[in-house]
């Protein structure tokens, strides 16, 4: 079992940054993937960015280049540096987490943490 907890959401203009992240209660080392998805209301949930267990990283076409993944295997941390926000980007943020056991992928998700960009 893995527990994630998201925090770092809030207002913020259009334009401005914010930082998210998404603590783990096991080493993110041994999760092969952590990423954020967001749903925004009335949309379906969409995935955002990911980074693997050998740092890897992929991003949604719409945040490429002003969103950054990154991790702290120190700290169990994994964050998504958010820059050039744009009213759609407003959405609850989630982490999620995927551990491969036996060839089988096991899905933990946090609690969700809300975006909201508005002037």
């Known amino acids: 079992q893995v527990q994630l907890v998201e925090s770092g959401g809030g207002l913020v203009q259009p334009g401005g940054s914010l930082r998210l992240s998404c603590a783990a209660s096991?080493?993110?080392?041994?999760?092969?993937?952590m990423g954020w998805y967001r749903q925004a209301p009335g949309k379906e949930r969409e995935f955002v960015a990911r980074?693997?267990?050998?740092?890897?990283?992929n991003y949604t076409d719409s945040v490429k280049g002003r969103f950054i993944i990154s991790r702290d295997g120190a700290k169990n941390t994994v964050f998504l540096q958010m820059n050039g926000l744009k009213p759609e980007d407003a959405a609850v943020y989630s982490c999620?987490?995927?551990?491969?056991?036996?060839?089988?992928?096991?899905?933990?998700w946090g609690q969700g943490t809300q975006v909201i960009v508005s002037s």
């Open positions: 980074i693997t267990s050998d740092g890897s990283t």
């Open positions: 096991t080493s993110i080392l041994s999760i092969n993937v």
């Open positions: 999620n987490a995927v551990v491969r056991r036996l060839s089988l992928p096991y899905n933990y």
